[in-house]
């Protein structure tokens, strides 16, 4: 079994699963929360791409079963399923072109600036099957969540106000 350590140079680790897109336009809040809270990793999330916010290669896209997203016959029911309007992409499990990823760059150099950790992802497929039924996750019975009428669980490490942050909730 690997260790995981959970310490920055020494210390506990402190991260933030932050907004990438709203964190971009308040890049001081780093300086902040590192001074007064002992922030020490960042983990950024763009409610946009549903990524850490990063732009995808030429070879990546190529690869991706997914780039003809935009085109997908169910497109406009996971919007309205799952509440996400133009501009943000759908949640995929993957990465797709087409995405800027300028707010992440100056987000990692200020982190950089700060000493800071980035950590990011690639993107999930707790979601969003719909829109690439063939790709979806199945049950044991082979029932796609959504046909199955159960919810995917996922993991909110944000939580809202009057919850607590880390629980699982049913989707």
């Known amino acids: ?40 990793t960042l983990v950024p999330e763009s409610h946009l791409s549903h990524t850490s916010g990063f732009t995808a290669s030429a070879e990546v896209i190529a690869a991706s079963p997914l ?12 919007r309205a399923a799952f509440h996400i309007a133009e501009p943000a992409f759908p949640v995929l499990p ?28 690639a993107g999930l497929w707790c979601y969003g099957g719909e829109v690439f039924p063939s790709l979806a996750a199945r049950d044991l019975f082979g029932h796609t969540f959504a046909a199955s009428g159960r919810g995917a669980r996922r993991f909110s490490p944000v939580g809202s106000v009057g919850e607590s942050a880390g629980r699982l909730s049913e989707t």
């Open 1 to 40: 079994m690997a260790h995981l350590d959970n310490t920055v140079l020494g210390k506990p680790r402190i991260a933030w699963f932050c907004d990438l897109e709203a964190l971009h336009e308040n890049l001081g809040i780093l300086r902040l929360l590192r001074d007064e809270v002992g922030l020490t």
């Open 67 to 78: 780039e003809d997203w935009r085109d997908s016959s169910t497109l406009r029911l996971h």
């Open 94 to 121: 993957g990465v797709v072109g087409g995405f800027d990823d300028t707010p992440l760059l100056r987000v990692i150099d200020e982190c950089r600036r700060l000493g800071l950790e980035v950590w990011g992802h």
